[in-house]
């Protein structure tokens, strides 16, 4: 059997980029990445087999639910909603995903390609963290702001008891009884956990990059074997914050007067602790890497085919 190679990207030099691959080019591959994750969730591979295990994160991580909701582990929560509510319940919230995908990645990559270059992050000589964690956070920063009311929608459709059937009623409903502010209470929480999460998981693909491949050329394996790594390395790590972010984004449905009226992050990290001391931060912990890992190599996959392949036909690519 043949040794495994890394392919060889002739005409450019694959991580430098050709110069005239442009932010169009990288808003491109990246609204790619996002569609193969969201086409893949769609078409039943991710999003089959990975949704509902996000869905079984959001319902674990509630606080207070209802006695209908009261889930002793992973095992349990998905036995106890297939057999009250339904297999298909497992997919509420599903589309919110895929509308917000594709444009939150091509935001997401633009901004990753522009600040690594602009810091030097494409030199091979050398490993780069700052650059490729300053790059990551950036990134997160510019795509979150696109991606977080669709979250709230997600959310919002996944939990207990929930009578949204579509993610325009649901925008509707909760716009109405929260207003506009309702799809952002939880930004300033979700970037505290998104740029160390993005820092950690750009940082921990570039190392691992690295070590398996040195020089750097386009390596399906390696690509997909780095991003599943860097992606459940980098979501146990915040696990806590994304606790306090499903909290923030679920308070409209809850029933305890504190919850609802949480407005931060300090305070839904009060509650969390007062209601289940510090292992409260870790509820949901394993569904949220098993989540992470497989989403986080499809899309950097994606991604870096997309752009090995703009790298080879940018001479033909003028539309950009």
């Not at 005239?20 to 996002?34: E, I, K, R, S, V």
């Not at 869905?55 to 009250?84: D, E």
């Not at 030199?123 to 950036?138: E, F, I, K, M, Q």
């Not at 394996?221 to 696990?239: K, N, Q, R, S, Y």
């Given at each position: 059997?043949?040794?495994?190679?890394?392919?060889?990207?002739?005409?450019?030099?694959?991580?430098?980029?050709p110069?005239?691959?442009?932010?169009?080019?990288?808003?491109?591959?990246?609204?790619?990445?996002g569609?193969?994750?969201g086409?893949?969730?769609?078409k039943?591979?991710?999003?089959?087999?990975?949704?509902?295990?996000?869905?079984?994160?959001?319902?674990?991580?509630?606080?207070?639910p209802?006695?209908?909701?009261?889930?002793?582990?992973?095992?349990?929560?998905?036995?106890?909603?297939?057999?009250?509510?339904?297999?298909q319940?497992?997919?509420?919230?599903?589309?919110?995903?895929?509308?917000?995908?594709?444009?939150?990645?091509?935001?997401?990559?633009?901004?990753?390609?522009?600040?690594?270059?602009?810091?030097?992050?494409?030199?091979?000589?050398t490993?780069?963290?700052?650059?490729?964690?300053?790059?990551?956070?950036?990134?997160?920063?510019?795509s979150?702001?696109?991606?977080?009311?669709?979250?709230?929608i997600?959310?919002?459709?996944?939990?207990?008891?929930?009578?949204?059937?579509?993610?325009?009623?649901?925008?509707?409903?909760?716009?109405?009884?929260?207003?506009?502010?309702?799809?952002?209470?939880?930004?300033?929480?979700?970037?505290?956990?998104?740029?160390?999460?993005?820092?950690?998981?750009?940082?921990?693909?570039?190392?691992?990059?690295?070590?398996?491949?040195?020089?750097?050329?386009?390596?399906?394996?390696?690509?997909?074997?780095?991003?599943?790594?860097?992606?459940?390395?980098?979501?146990?790590?915040?696990?806590?914050?994304?606790?306090?972010?499903?909290?923030?984004?679920?308070?409209?449905?809850?029933t305890?007067?504190?919850?609802?009226?949480?407005?931060?992050?300090w305070?839904?990290?009060?509650?969390?602790?007062?209601?289940?001391?510090?292992?409260g931060?870790?509820?949901g912990?394993?569904?949220?890497?098993?989540?992470?890992?497989?989403?986080?190599?499809?899309?950097?996959?994606?991604?870096?085919?997309?752009?090995?392949?703009?790298?080879?036909?940018?001479?033909?690519?003028?539309?950009?």
């Amino acid at each position: 059997m043949e040794a495994h190679n890394p392919l060889e990207v002739d005409e450019y030099d694959y991580e430098g980029l050709p110069p005239n691959f442009t932010l169009g080019y990288n808003m491109l591959a990246g609204a790619f990445a996002g569609i193969a994750v969201g086409d893949t969730q769609r078409k039943g591979i991710e999003h089959t087999v990975m949704y509902p295990v996000d869905l079984l994160k959001t319902r674990l991580q509630v606080i207070n639910p209802s006695p209908g909701a009261l889930y002793s582990g992973l095992t349990n929560a998905f036995t106890t909603i297939t057999r009250i509510e339904g297999a298909q319940s497992l997919w509420r919230g599903m589309t919110s995903v895929i509308v917000g995908a594709g444009p939150a990645h091509a935001v997401y990559f633009a901004t990753y390609e522009a600040v690594k270059q602009a810091m030097g992050g494409n030199d091979r000589s050398t490993h780069h963290p700052l650059a490729a964690a300053t790059s990551g956070a950036c990134a997160t920063i510019a795509s979150d702001a696109l991606m977080n009311p669709f979250d709230v929608i997600k959310q919002r459709m996944q939990i207990h008891g929930s009578t949204h059937r579509t993610i325009t009623q649901c925008a509707r409903r909760v716009y109405h009884n929260e207003g506009l502010k309702a799809f952002y209470v939880s930004y300033p929480t979700t970037l505290c956990m998104t740029v160390p999460y993005t820092a950690l998981q750009f940082m921990a693909y570039e190392f691992v990059s690295k070590v398996m491949n040195p020089s750097r050329a386009y390596d399906p394996l390696t690509h997909c074997v780095a991003g599943g790594l860097a992606g459940g390395f980098a979501a146990g790590l915040t696990t806590p914050l994304d606790v306090i972010k499903t909290l923030l984004q679920t308070r409209g449905t809850a029933t305890d007067a504190k919850i609802r009226s949480a407005k931060g992050l300090w305070v839904a990290a009060s509650i969390i602790k007062q209601q289940y001391g510090y292992g409260g931060f870790f509820r949901g912990w394993r569904p949220r890497i098993i989540t992470a890992m497989p989403s986080t190599a499809i899309c950097w996959s994606s991604y870096e085919m997309a752009k090995a392949y703009f790298s080879t036909h940018s001479d033909n690519l003028s539309i950009l």
